[in-house]
T-cell receptor
Framework: ETAVFQTPNYHVTQVGNEVSFNCKQT?????MYWYKQDSKKLLKIMFS???????VNETVPRRFSPQSSDKAHLNLRIKSVEPEDSAVYLC?????????????FGPGTRLTVL | DAKTTQPDSMESTEGETVHLPCSHA???????IYWYRQVPLQGPEYVTH???QNTTNSMAFLAIASDRKSSTLILPHVSLRDAAVYHC????????????FGAGTKLSVKP
């Protein structure tokens, strides 16, 4: 099956803990993204990678760090979670970088910080 | 990428044809119009896109105004499965920025 896969589906943790989310795409795409979707359902881009290279790094707190081992994988680590980090984190990929590239999204990882 | 404006919500009934509007008054000549939809507990799903000409695929028909300042996503004979949030976004062909999504239009479908 070719798609974008994310693990875990849900994660509940306490303030100050470290969490890691995994994303893998089997579509053969060059570009991957991490988005944060808040309670109002707005999607905000966090990071974009093209062929394992960081292309876009929006203004996100330093505790967030993306990790790419190859162009099919883009993980997200949060060093010390805060309550405002509670959200859905969506991973996406596209065939290549650039405005005409259609994006394919994973189902998301729902993070709750207590 | 230029900004888009969509209604917060729309209601429909199964079997109807639904017209979802999107305003993009400041669109520039090299910006494409993309539509995605998102159902609960899933990521956004690509629906269609266009530049100037109307486009059609198995999911929807995209009507683009001649001045390109607005577009309408037309969903024929909606079913309950079409209930979703529909996002209209603009993207420049060779832009280095990642796509940015607004709140979209929440489409409700009644039996």
């Amino acid at each position: 099956e070719t798609a974008v896969f994310q693990t875990p589906n849900y994660h509940v943790t306490q303030v100050g803990n470290e969490v890691s989310f995994n994303c893998k795409q089997t579509l053969g795409h060059d570009t991957m993204y991490w988005y944060k979707q808040d309670s109002k359902k707005l999607l905000k881009i966090m990071f974009s990678y093209n062929n394992k290279q960081l292309i876009v790094n929006e203004t996100v707190p330093r505790r967030f760090s993306p990790q790419s081992s190859d162009k099919a994988h883009l993980n997200l680590r949060i060093k010390s979670v805060e309550p405002e980090d509670s959200a859905v984190y969506l991973c996406a990929s596209s065939p290549h970088w650039g405005g005409r590239a259609e994006q394919f999204f994973g189902p998301g990882t729902r993070l709750t910080v207590l | 990428d230029a900004k888009t404006t969509q209604p917060d919500s729309m209601e429909s009934t199964e079997g109807e044809t639904v017209h979802l509007p999107c305003s993009h008054a400041t669109i520039s000549g090299n910006e494409y119009i993309y539509w995605y939809r998102q159902v609960p507990l899933q990521g956004p799903e690509y629906v269609t896109h266009g530049l100037q000409q109307n486009t059609t695929n198995s999911m929807a028909f995209l009507a683009i105004a001649s001045d390109r300042k607005s577009s309408t996503l037309i969903l024929p004979h909606v079913s309950l499965r079409d209930a979703a949030v529909y996002h209209c976004i603009l993207r420049v062909a060779h832009n280095n920025n990642a796509p940015r999504f607004g709140a979209g239009t929440k489409l409700s479908v009644k039996p």
